[in-house]
């Protein structure tokens, strides 16, 4: 993960993402959070949480029914920044990284729901497979993974890698997860001309 960047720019990158809101950027794939948000003591790991905006979306959401938030940012100054956008709420950070996730395991906590918002182009192709296997022993049966492709170049120094939709989904069923939804190319919320998302979630089926 290129942690250096996004601690030397973490001020100005954290204004970018705070610039739009939890619903601009997860249109489309909504339902899925929703659901999970309306269980009793649901848990969702955060992974890339950088500024914060994500977990302090889904804490406040999931706050008449104690949903439990664990957001996870590389990049220390930026998870910093995160810790203050998310001060008071039900959000615990640590400091962890895939494909190891070591702070995680050590928890011993299943989720329901598991978040990679543009983190998956920073993961290089021989670590994905690993990557998978950890987060989906991490899910409970039935739990989601919710994973955002971003195709296009990096623009800056950070090193990006090439994602497929059909790749991740081909790799994820050897661990149990299967598609329920996987969503057309769009536009970047930002701008970027050059830059295009995709959506794709992910469940782990039952009595895995």
Same mark, same amino acid.
């Given at each position: 993960?290129?942690?250096?960047?996004?601690?030397?720019?973490?001020?100005?990158?954290?204004?970018?993402?705070?610039?739009?809101?939890?619903?601009?950027? *997860?249109? *489309?794939?909504?339902?899925?959070?929703?659901?999970?948000?309306? +269980?009793?003591?649901?848990?969702?790991?955060?992974?890339?949480?950088?500024?914060?905006?994500?977990? +302090?979306?889904?804490?406040?959401?999931?706050?008449?029914?104690?949903?439990?938030?664990?957001?996870?940012?590389?990049?220390?100054?930026?998870?910093?920044?995160?810790?203050?956008?998310?001060?008071?709420?039900?959000?615990?950070?640590?400091?962890?990284?895939?494909?190891?996730?070591?702070?995680?395991?050590?928890?011993?906590?299943?989720?329901?729901?598991?978040?990679?918002?543009?983190?998956?182009? *920073?993961? &290089?192709?021989?670590?994905?497979?690993?990557?998978?296997?950890?987060?989906?022993?991490?899910?409970? &049966?039935?739990?989601?993974?919710?994973?955002?492709?971003?195709?296009?170049?990096?623009?800056?120094?950070?090193?990006?890698?090439?994602?497929?939709?059909?790749?991740?989904?081909?790799?994820?069923?050897?661990?149990?997860?299967? &598609?329920?939804?996987?969503?057309?190319?769009? +536009?970047?919320?930002?701008?970027?001309?050059?830059?295009?998302?995709?959506?794709?979630?992910?469940?782990?089926?039952?009595?895995?």
């Amino acid at each position: 993960m290129p942690d250096n960047f996004y601690n030397k720019h973490a001020t100005k990158l954290a204004d970018t993402y705070l610039s739009k809101t939890f619903e601009q950027v *997860h249109q *489309h794939c909504l339902e899925h959070f929703t659901s999970v948000l309306s +269980k009793q003591d649901a848990r969702i790991l955060d992974l890339g949480a950088g500024s914060g905006r994500d977990s +302090k979306y889904l804490a406040e959401q999931g706050a008449i029914n104690n949903v439990h938030i664990t957001a996870i940012e590389p990049a220390q100054t930026l998870a910093e920044l995160g810790k203050q956008h998310t001060q008071g709420l039900n959000v615990n950070w640590l400091q962890d990284s895939l494909p190891d996730l070591k702070a995680v395991t050590k928890q011993e906590i299943s989720f329901d729901l598991i978040l990679l918002s543009a983190v998956w182009m *920073h993961i &290089p192709d021989s670590q994905r497979e690993r990557s998978l296997r950890k987060l989906a022993n991490l899910l409970k &049966p039935g739990g989601k993974l919710i994973i955002s492709l971003r195709h296009g170049p990096s623009g800056d120094e950070r090193e990006m890698f090439a994602v497929s939709s059909e790749l991740l989904i081909k790799r994820a069923k050897v661990f149990g997860l299967s &598609p329920v939804l996987v969503t057309d190319f769009n +536009k970047d919320i930002i701008g970027r001309e050059t830059v295009t998302w995709q959506t794709v979630v992910l469940q782990l089926r039952l009595g895995v």
